[in-house]
T-cell receptor
Framework: GAVVSQHPSWVICKSGTSVKIECRSL??????MFWYRQFPKQSLMLMAT?????????EQGVEKDKFLINHASLTLSTLTVTSAHPEDSSFYIC????????????FGPGTRLTVT | AQTVTQSQPEMSVQEAETVTLSCTYD???????LFWYKQPPSRQMILVIR????KQQNATENRFSVNFQKAAKSFSLKISDSQLGDAAMYFC???WGGGADGLTFGKGTHLIIQP
């Protein structure tokens, strides 16, 4: 299988500040990556599709100015939560589809964000 | 838009017995994939099994098998010989088959294994 990493695994930030979360595909290149959000005891919700070389595609209801996505290279996508609020506290997970396996998605270990 | 429904928030089974988790979905597409993912307390998503909609044969992976009823839009997961390590959240998920789309997840079922 493929290996996907996320950094940091846990971050605490103050309200009003911005925080950046990285998603890296360690052993294959990916033109597309996905970002999900998971609130406690809830399911994963797709937030956006990160596209290398072009703008991200956001799901309905996701504020693109608040959740900035940059697909910097074929192995790195970043999610920046701007002007964070306590309600942004959540578990953020990225996934990477592997084209050679029918776009089967490989998930990162997730990042727990706590906004105080 | 596609939806995925898991109607069992929690299920409990005795170790070594069999349990079935339910999932229904709604889509107007004919080309799609269905998945069952396991999320243990570590929260790492682990693929359990996948089913291509065009395949009539039900997918199996060791102790895990599915009952895919395309006309009924039902996709249940059967776990045989349940083990303590099977305890986790299980999510049913859908993806359109036409490209590299994101997944639509159900709300999940918390599976408890009684020793």
């Amino acid at each position: 299988g493929a290996v996907v990493s996320q950094h940091p695994s846990w971050v605490i930030c103050k309200s009003g500040t911005s925080v950046k979360i990285e998603c890296r595909s360690l052993d294959f290149q990916a033109t597309t990556m996905f970002w999900y959000r998971q609130f406690p005891k809830q399911s994963l919700m797709l937030m956006a599709t990160s596209n290398e070389g072009s703008k991200a595609t956001y799901e309905q209801g996701v504020e693109k100015d608040k959740f900035l996505i940059n697909h910097a290279s074929l192995t790195l996508s970043t999610l920046t939560v701007t002007s964070a609020h306590p309600e942004d506290s959540s578990f953020y997970i990225c996934s990477v589809p592997l084209r050679d396996r029918g776009n089967e998605q490989y998930f990162g270990p997730g990042t727990r964000l706590t906004v105080t | 838009a596609q939806t995925v429904t898991q109607s069992q928030p929690e299920m409990s089974v005795q170790e070594a017995e069999t349990v079935t988790l339910s999932c229904t979905y709604d889509t107007s597409e004919s080309d799609y994939y269905l998945f069952w993912y396991k999320q243990p307390p570590s929260r790492q998503m682990i693929l359990v099994i996948r089913q291509e909609a065009y395949k009539q044969q039900n997918a199996t992976e060791n102790r895990f098998s599915v009952n895919f009823q395309k006309a009924a839009k039902s996709f249940s997961l059967k776990i045989s010989d349940s083990q303590l390590g099977d305890a986790a959240m299980y999510f049913c998920a859908y993806r359109w088959g036409g490209g590299a789309d994101g997944l639509t997840f159900g709300k999940g079922t918390h599976l408890i294994i009684q020793p």
